[in-house]
């Protein structure tokens, strides 16, 4: 017979590596693994969704009491009083030093961290290019209060002298005007890019390391100097992952704590406005911090938790703007 029990003597033939094909239990065993692992990987996706949208909600549903009774603007305003039962308070100077303080930050941490994954993985010797990138991974894993403590009692008195010669230079420039103030925007921006310099430097380097090798050696073989191999191959392939790199490291600066809390001095209440990076002031997250103990009313909970929501928003728009430009560089490519 050319059958048994439904099966074909074809069917029944060994596959080429000389094993008999899966039938009957086996088979299905096998695509029901397939459908429990998307439905895991699945349900995981809207899990982070759900949770995602939940914060936002909550942060929302918080925070629209307390803007209600607001008597001031709340995004154009740099009075914060949200005791008794006219509470004015906006968020303006948490706006300006938490986004000034980021992208000074970024800028630093950015570019130093991209020519650190171009060494480690283009110039340095094999020999040193493992613990390279362990000791820049080893910054990722001091914590918050440590890098506050150490800008406090040591970097602090290190970078003044270094800030009173740029406010000399540069002091007629409303952004380096001159102040007595030692912890200063310029110092947590410091410390910032020293923080999120192994996120930079991590992604960076694992893109670059990806660059297919007959890119490289297409452009060597056309006469490129080494420069400028890395230039035309290396750096347009990796270009993406330093983006979503530099967006990463941008979500930690801003939401960052415990360090800017205890080394940017704060400002007395009324203090003019100053732009410049000279300057003390608040972020979003060390005003909340710093505030922490106010929290014995819904209307002074809310009023700090509609400042949570805007960094909550900030945050989101920022790693959007990160997707888009991703998405838009690879449809370029391709």
């Not at 941490?109 to 613990?131: D, E, H, M, N, S």
Request: glycine share 8%; hydrophobic share 50%.
């Amino acid at each position: 017979m050319s059958s048994v029990t439904g099966v074909s003597a074809v069917d029944s033939l060994p596959d080429d590596d000389g094993r008999p094909p899966l039938l009957g239990d086996q088979a299905s065993t096998g695509r029901l693994g397939d459908r429990l692992f998307g439905g895991a990987a699945t349900g995981a996706g809207v899990l982070v969704i759900a949770l995602v949208t939940l914060v936002g909600v909550f942060l929302l549903w918080q925070a629209i009491p307390a803007l209600a009774n607001n008597e001031a603007n709340f995004l154009t305003s740099r009075e914060w009083n949200v005791s008794g039962d006219n509470p004015r308070f906006g968020i303006a100077d948490l706006l300006w030093t938490t986004v000034l303080s980021s992208i000074l930050a970024m800028g630093i941490a950015v570019p130093l961290g991209v020519c650190v994954a171009l060494f480690i993985t283009q110039y340095a010797p094999a020999w040193l290019r493992k613990p390279a990138a362990q000791l820049i991974d080893l910054l990722a894993a001091v914590p918050s209060i440590v890098y506050g403590l150490w800008g406090v009692a040591q970097f602090t008195p290190f970078i003044d002298p270094l800030q009173q010669k740029l406010q000399q230079w540069l002091g007629w420039f409303p952004l380096f005007r001159e102040t007595s103030i030692t912890a200063t925007i310029f110092v947590i921006s410091l410390v910032l890019a020293i923080m999120i310099l192994p996120i930079v430097t991590s992604l960076s380097r694992e893109v670059f390391a990806q660059t297919p090798a007959p890119h490289k050696e297409g452009a060597l073989a056309l006469g490129a100097t080494k420069w400028e191999m890395i230039k035309t191959a290396v750096l347009p392939y990796g270009r993406p992952g330093v983006i979503s790199a530099a967006m990463l490291a941008l979500g930690r600066a801003l939401g960052e704590t415990v360090a800017v809390m205890m080394i940017l001095s704060t400002l007395a209440v009324g203090t003019p406005f100053n732009p410049s990076i000279f300057n003390g002031g608040e972020t979003f997250a060390s005003r909340i911090a710093n505030n922490a103990s106010e929290f014995d009313s819904p209307q002074k909970a809310g009023a700090f938790i509609a400042a949570g929501l805007v960094l909550f928003i900030l945050t989101f728009v920022v790693n959007a703007i990160a997707r888009v430009v991703i998405e838009r560089r690879k449809a370029f490519t391709e």
